[in-house]
T-cell receptor, first 115, second 114 residues
């Protein structure tokens, strides 16, 4: 079965410091991987995706993610965190075999950036 | 572009009541889906549609019905509300099934069942 895991429920970072939100996946074949961010009382906003090609993917708001096939990881990173980055982050993989390509989500990681 | 629009944003129901959550998209997307979000569980697929007139069940379909009469609209019906259906519901859309394009999400409907 395909799955996504986010091992940290919460990540705390000081403003200006680099941040990493971890994600590991288990899929058959090549994965379509996504990161979404959710602000309070809002829907999920797309940040970036990995389909194929360069292992370092750049996305919105200065975020990037590193795809590592050998470690089956897709960690989200940002060189310098902002207080406004505080939100709930979801890693997801698209199921390429079932239910029209549903997204399989991790449980989410709450990012808190303190001034 | 409005993207994906969900109504209502908030709703409180009594056990046994029925209601319809509305979802509309203006991007001409073929694939539409409904997820529910519960704390610590991420989002889980309820029902999905790959085009007008075609719907199918997701992971947690019990207690919900859907229909897709047009490309734009994909309403979700709660037949007889139960407290276990208290959740945040999200509608999403994307180009085609099994696409590498991201899904676009509405802002959600926060539903409480008393």
């Amino acid at each position: 079965a395909q799955s996504v895991a986010q091992p940290e429920d919460q990540v705390n970072v000081a403003e200006g410091n680099p941040l990493t939100v971890k994600c590991t996946y288990s899929v058959s074949g090549n994965p379509y991987l996504f990161w979404y961010v959710q602000y309070p009382n809002r829907g999920l906003q797309f940040l970036l995706k990995y389909i194929t090609g360069d292992n370092l993917v750049k996305g919105s708001y200065g975020f990037e993610a590193e795809f590592n096939k050998s470690q089956t990881s897709f960690h989200l990173k940002k060189p310098s965190a902002l207080v406004s980055d505080s939100a709930l982050y979801f890693c997801a993989v698209r199921d390429l075999y079932n239910q029209g390509g549903k997204l399989i989500f991790g449980q989410g990681t709450e990012l808190s950036v303190k001034p | 572009n409005a993207g994906v629009t969900q109504t209502p944003k908030f709703q409180v129901l009594k056990t046994g009541q029925s209601m319809t959550l509305q979802c509309a998209q203006d991007m001409n997307h073929e694939y539409m889906s409904w997820y529910r979000q519960d704390p610590g569980m991420g989002l889980r697929l309820i029902h999905y549609s790959v085009g007008a007139g075609i719907t199918d069940q997701g992971e947690v379909p019990n207690g919900y019905n859907v229909s897709r009469s047009t490309t734009e609209d994909f309403p979700l019906r709660l037949l007889s509300a139960a407290p276990s259906q208290t959740s945040v519901y999200f509608c999403a859309s994307s180009y085609g099934q099994y696409s590498n394009q991201p899904q676009h999400f509405g802002d959600g409907t926060r539903l409480s069942i008393l």
